[in-house]
């Protein structure tokens, strides 16, 4: 029995001295490290130079043509002539126009510059803050292309306006195309 109760003491004092001798006051240490695989990997690291393969690093380039998922490969650049080649594309959505979401779209990329009633009108111009005016959409240009064409600029961009294509998904680019149908079958006050 006496034993026993010395066991049970000096199990606690050992377990005590172990657990004080883990505490280290210089956090800059990490102190003893028993398998130290697990610290530092044997793995090739993803930016790091790599013998066994072709291009010499982990980091293999990605097969030519590769598009990510989610991202759409418009394949047609801003050029007048890809703007022509884009005109024969077909609109998948002319029959679902979604009104309040098409609105909303452009309310919040597109009003600013193009204005309300798409005639170029929008605050960033009239405030003077942007010097080049906004094509209205009821203007001859814009009333005589095709929906493909109209798709494209919103992509890609045109002239002096900036590619929205990042921004916008291909269902949200079509249903701005409809929006802008849509303003020009408006009347002019
Ligand atoms: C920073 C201002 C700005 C914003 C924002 C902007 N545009 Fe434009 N947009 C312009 C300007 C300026 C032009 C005329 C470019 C030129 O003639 O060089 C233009 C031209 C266009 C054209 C060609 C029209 C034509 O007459 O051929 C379309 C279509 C168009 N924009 C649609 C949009 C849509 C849709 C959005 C929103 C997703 C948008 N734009 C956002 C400034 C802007």
Same mark, same amino acid.
Request: negative net charge.
């Given at each position: 029995?006496?034993?026993? #109760?010395?066991?049970?003491?000096?199990?606690?004092?050992? *377990?005590?001295?172990?657990? @004080?001798?883990?505490?280290?006051?210089?956090?800059?240490?990490?102190?003893?490290?028993?398998?130290?695989?697990?610290e530092h990997s044997q793995a090739y690291e993803t930016w790091s130079e790599?013998?066994?393969?072709?291009?010499?690093?982990?980091?293999?380039?990605?097969?030519?043509?590769?598009?990510?998922i989610h991202e759409y490969a418009f394949g047609f650049? #801003?050029?007048?002539?890809?703007?022509?080649?884009?005109? *024969?594309?077909?609109?998948? @959505?002319?029959g679902e126009f979604n009104l309040e979401h098409a609105k909303l779209r452009y309310e919040q990329?597109?009003?600013?510059?193009?204005?309300?009633?798409?005639?170029g009108q929008g605050h960033l111009f009239k405030s003077g803050k942007y010097p080049i005016p906004p094509a209205s959409y009821k203007a001859e240009r814009a009333m005589q292309k095709t929906d493909g064409q109209?798709?494209?600029?919103?992509?890609?961009?045109?002239?002096?306006?900036?590619a929205h294509g990042p921004?916008?998904?291909v269902e949200d680019t079509w249903q701005l195309v409809?929006?802008?149908r849509y303003l020009q079958s408006?009347?002019?006050e």
């Open positions: 029995m006496k034993i026993f #109760k010395l066991n049970k003491h000096w199990i606690g004092v050992f *377990s005590a001295v172990i657990l @004080l001798a883990s505490c280290d006051h210089n956090r800059n240490e990490p102190g003893w490290s028993f398998f130290n695989d697990m790599n013998p066994n393969l072709p291009e010499g690093k982990t980091m293999t380039s990605p097969v030519e043509g590769t598009v990510a650049v #801003k050029t007048p002539e890809d703007e022509l080649k884009a005109a *024969s594309l077909e609109n998948p @959505l002319s990329y597109c009003i600013i510059c193009h204005g309300e009633k798409g005639d109209l798709f494209h600029n919103i992509r890609v961009g045109f002239g002096v306006m900036g921004q916008l998904s409809n929006y802008i408006q009347e002019v």
